[in-house]
């Protein structure tokens, strides 16, 4: 099987020909089998690097703080309640956009658009949720906790209200009838993003809030 | 294989094809409704060859930049004592020497490649995202100019390849220099994370049916590898960036010890990304080599389940060792000796390559066009710098060599004799078929031949200085020193190399 | 086949060559002679645990290393093309590979490597092991290193010196290091490996030496300007000598000779223009009679005033001209031969290298005063520079 492998694949790409010749004169159109999952595999790779970066500055976060020993954050109250009712909402967004997912996969557009507006109000209220978080805490940005703390927490909620954008852009895509059972993958990659937001938020609850 | 090539006029992934490289290809360049010919063409384009011709364009220039500097570094510790450039002018001449070959070289000259060859291997009309790889072009070379830019507008950065914090702070460096490194890779890295994501879905997505995986040419399956590094890796190295311009900009403290930072996170945030970058800018390379050898062997590659194999073990046991390039920074006993450990078995993959590429050799019927002298130079030299790697991973050993020449041998050998090499083979390989004609085989020869003779003169003596204990980025050393002979041979070897370059730009 | 003999004789003379180019090379690089800083003679035994280490290491590698190239240059030469061979014709044996070669060569340098990788844990283990360690805080900063005793475990220092440190011969000791500024590395090659000094850490180094002499060391880490200056050295003497040093250094110095006019002028001079940075003590105004180490407490000893230094140092002089080097081994306090080390240099000292740096320090060595990084130029006359180094001298 190597040799075909390394020096000549022709023999397999020559199917290809007929259809990309075609290509070559109607380019935009071109919404035939290869190219239908490029926005969802986009998306992984696109939410990997995000998710890296914001594991890189947890991780920091966690250096910083184990360095500096029990000084960390020894003057600011911050109560588990609203971390936890933040997580709560996040997780029930996983089930309000998975259930958008079911739906547009079934062609029940009634039951997306209801389903993407419910994930809307819960990231709107996470939203929410995080700035009286950050009001009660009272974690100023001078202090040496500050600016990490804020990187870690604003990063998130910045990739949350990517998220949410993202979500909006879909939903209006969809009413414009581009999304259905046939051609999902807006609506999955949307998803892909914001699971990805509610796992990485699992992990702040517990290394910056539960741990402390 | 090669013997059916003739009677294949499609064939895709090799430049043997003299007689008309610039047929109409049929899985062909797509023409887009802009202009095609004149300088309009170039900037316009979506087209995945002709940004690949640019990079290539724009990293050649480049490397002439990183090359001249070298030079001066050389001229200046041709001698003890030596006035040519001031310490601070030397520091910032290593500085940039190290980040253009690395950002500004290697990585877009393996782009080229990348983006030129990988649509072609795997039978795609174009990359996924043609807009999007556009703008990955220009938005590097927008970083890359705002980079170089900082010479006239107040001196380079100085800090180092690796900008060690706190030295990097405000406090300790007030100058601009730093600012134009850290926003300069910001940009830089964001563009290179787009064409990543670009490159990693035309792989998995595009292929032309019944181009599966495990078919796919090693040069595009090592890339695809580097490009998935790429995708996890420049994060990492962007936030580090962002919180040391928090730092130096807005009066953050993020590493800053006396304000409850930490230096140490700048070192690991920076290895985490650095290690698995330096096999980014090595695995393209062998990804080349593993394309010419069977060409001019006469002989498929050999175990290319292996090659594709180790290709991946390299980059999945590249992200365990970073913390290699600490082993003298006080991290603990515990870690340097797992790291010390993880390091060393890192040698079994690329052994593996080197063992595979002899084999494909072996009992063929090798032919000695410039490109093979290359690739098998590559293979040579590579091992060189393998070997001096391995001997660094012995921790405790390398608390003597760390921060000598002997590691300025080491990385040369793997970046020049292995990256470097790599791709000038690739592009005697290639040439004919980026632009339709050979380049000339005599001139080639003299430039390899040149090129090998001064590389070995350049860097192999400075194994010899760093064992005897000449520590890297000094500006300057003594005669009682010891080291005068041959930091002389060195820099007659880099004027070598400079003559091997004249000889290609003449070809 | 036909070429055979051709071959071997060329693979031959090129592996005759290598062996012959590899075997000077080897024998010569390694001396200590003229090479103060080579790491290939251990003069300790730390440096020694890692030379035995390091040297099978290398022989090993030197041993793939050949292999590979005979290797290569065989195959290269043996399958070399030959004109009479027509494409498609005399086309080699079509081999896709061989699974169990591949899984040999994936697994031999495995096990190769297993095994010296329990040499090495062992190595790495072993590198902090001391009994009885004598400990000396080691203070790195742009771009000269400091040098703290504290002989009774009180926590304050009683010996504090620069550039260069004294160690007994046959004695563990334990340096601990740490940095005022930024990132740098203490390197004594002849006695161990590097290890950095981190702001806000506190690393160790473990190392005896084995015989007496002058060690060379160097700054390892990049760390701004004068990296490629910041030299330093440890003097190891005799447990006996080592003891007279001891007592010189906790011995206050005693005052200028008041018939020495020059250095009585240079004492005033010092104390107006210089004590700013540097203390003395007994002369600088902080201190105060009696003057002992003893009674200053660590870590402000040796901050006069509110300094503006960023790293918030300058060189304690008290004792200056007890050691052989200053401004980190750059220049020699005595004329003559500076390898041989004394407890209480009784040579000639050469007040040009002093002049030399008090006319104008940032020639010796770059620096940023204007950005509070080293020695400002104060542009002192002559006939000052005369008197700072007539008094200079006699702090002993
Ligand atoms: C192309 C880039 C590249 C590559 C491929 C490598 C490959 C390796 N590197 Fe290197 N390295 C750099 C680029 C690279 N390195 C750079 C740029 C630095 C310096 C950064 C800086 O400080 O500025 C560095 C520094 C560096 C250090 C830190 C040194 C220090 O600063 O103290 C170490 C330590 O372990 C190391 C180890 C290795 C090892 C073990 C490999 C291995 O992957 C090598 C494996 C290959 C072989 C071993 C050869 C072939 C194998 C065989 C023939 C099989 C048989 C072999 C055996 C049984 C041993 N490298
Ligand atoms: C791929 C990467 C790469 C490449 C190819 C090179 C190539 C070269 N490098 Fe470099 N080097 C690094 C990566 C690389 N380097 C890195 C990462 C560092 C670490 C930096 C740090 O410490 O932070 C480093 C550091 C480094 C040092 C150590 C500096 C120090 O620590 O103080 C030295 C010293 O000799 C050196 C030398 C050279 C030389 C002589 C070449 C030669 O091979 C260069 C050959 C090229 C030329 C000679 C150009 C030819 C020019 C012409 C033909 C003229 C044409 C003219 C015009 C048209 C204007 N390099
Ligand atoms: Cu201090 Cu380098
Ligand atoms: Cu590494």
Redo the contacts between chains.
Sequence with gaps: MSDTATLSPPEVAIPADGAQLASSTTPELLPTMPRRRELIFGTVFVTAGIAMGLLTLIGSYIATRDAAGNAWLVDNQIALTQPNMQMLTMVMSVVTMQWAVWSICRDDRYHTYLALGVTLLLGIAFVNQSTFLFKEAGISITQPEGPLFYAVTLSHLAMVIAGLIFIVLMAFRTFGGQYSSRQPDGISAAAVFWYAGVALYSVIWFAVYIQK | MTIIEEQRPLELTTGLDPVAPEAPNPLGVFARPQANTGWRSWVNTVDHKKIGIMYGVASFFFLLVGGVEALLIRLQLSVPGSQLLSADLYNQVFTMHGVTMVFMVIMPMASAFANYLIPLQIGARDVSFPRMNALSLWVWLAGAIFFNSSWLLGGGANGGWFNYAPNAGVTFSPGTGIDFYAIGLLIMGIGSTVSAVNLTVTVLNMRAPGMTLMKMPVFTWMNFVVQVLLVFALPVITVALLLLTFDRMFGAAFFDASKGGDPFLWEHLFWIFGHPEVYIMVLPAFGMVSEIIPVFSRKPIFGYPFMVGSGIAIGFMGWGVWAHHMFASGMGQLSVLAFSLSTLFIAVPTGVKILNWMATMYGGRLKFTVPMLFSVGLVGMFTIGGLSGVTHAFAPADTQQTDTYYIVAHFHYVLFGGALLGMMGGLYFWWPKMFGHFLGERTGKWHFWLMLVGFNLTFGPMHILGLQGMMRRTYTYTSIQGFSTWNLVSTIGAFVIALSLLVFIGN | MRNNRKSYIITGICLAIVLVLGFL?VKN??LPE???????SPRGNK?Q??QN??IP??AI?GV??IL??I??VF??TR???RPD?V??K??????????K??LG??IA??LL?AV??VF??N???Q??DATDPLEVTVIGQ?WWWEYRYDLDNDGAPDIITATEAAIPVGRDVRFK?QSN???H?FWI?AL?????A????T??VVLQANEVGMFQG????????????MRMQVKALTPEDYQVWLTAMTTSPAQPDPKNELAVQGQILFVAQCSYCHQIDGITPVSKAPYTYNTVSDPDYGKTVAITM?SGNAPNLTHMMMRQHFVGGLLNLYQGDDSIPQAIPDGVPDTNNIKRWLRNPEEVK?MDPN?N?GMPNYNLSEAQIEQLTAFLITLK
């Design positions: 090379l690089i390694g003229g090479r103060p800083l080579t790491t290939l440096s645990a890692i280490l390091i290491v290398f590698a793939v290393f590979v190239e290797g290569l195959v290269a399958f070399r093309r061979e494409d498609g005399n086309e080699p044996v079509q081999l896709h590979g061989n699974t070669l591949e060569w994936t340098p495995a490597l010296l990788a090495n844990v190595t790495i283990l590198m902090d742009q290091i500024d930024v990132i590395s090659p161990s490996g590097k290890m950095d981190v702001p806000g850490r690393h160790q160097q700054c390892t880490e990049y760390c701004g300007l004068s990296h490629g200056k960023a770059p950005n990084q």
